[in-house]
């Protein structure tokens, strides 16, 4: 990948107001691409876009939750890089994403402190991939 193309992120968050910020955020912050999805199938659906990267909410309204969807990526696109970011705090649930290959947990926190750990697991994960 050179540094002048634009990075694909899934960006896959059902709080519109959350995913509309991070996207914000993001694009602020890097060359990315960002494609978002409310729902884990919705992010299926379009997983032949290759993404280099997903970002990923544990706790989605509809459907599928991150445990799914990290397994069912996993099971189509083994090396798309995966990062939980979510708002639950079960220590064992986290335990059980990154059993599960999740590159990384990210809880979400109101402090802003999120962003500064998803922003340096985002480059940590690109690196590794390139």
């Known amino acids: 990948m050179k ?3 634009q990075i ?12 509309y910020l991070l996207e914000e955020t993001l694009r602020e912050h890097g ?7 409310s729902s884990g199938e919705a992010c299926m659906q ?12 544990y706790n989605l309204e509809e459907g599928m939750n991150g445990l799914e969807v990290l397994k069912e990526v996993h099971s189509q696109k083994p090396k798309t890089p995966v990062i ?11 335990a059980d994403l990154l059993k599960e290959g999740a590159f990384d947990y990210i809880e979400k926190k109101k ?3 999120s962003m500064e750990k998803l922003q ?11």
Do not use: H, W
């Open 3 to 5: 540094s002048s193309d």
């Open 8 to 19: 694909k992120l899934f960006l896959v968050e059902d709080s519109f107001v959350y995913s």
């Open 31 to 37: 060359n990315f691409k960002v494609t978002s999805f």
């Open 46 to 57: 379009m997983l032949n876009n290759d993404p280099d990267l997903i970002i990923l909410d």
């Open 84 to 94: 939980i970011l979510s708002s639950q705090t079960d220590v064992q649930v986290a």
């Open 111 to 113: 402090e802003g402190r």
């Open 120 to 130: 340096s697991s985002i480059l940590k994960a690109l690196k590794i991939q390139s």
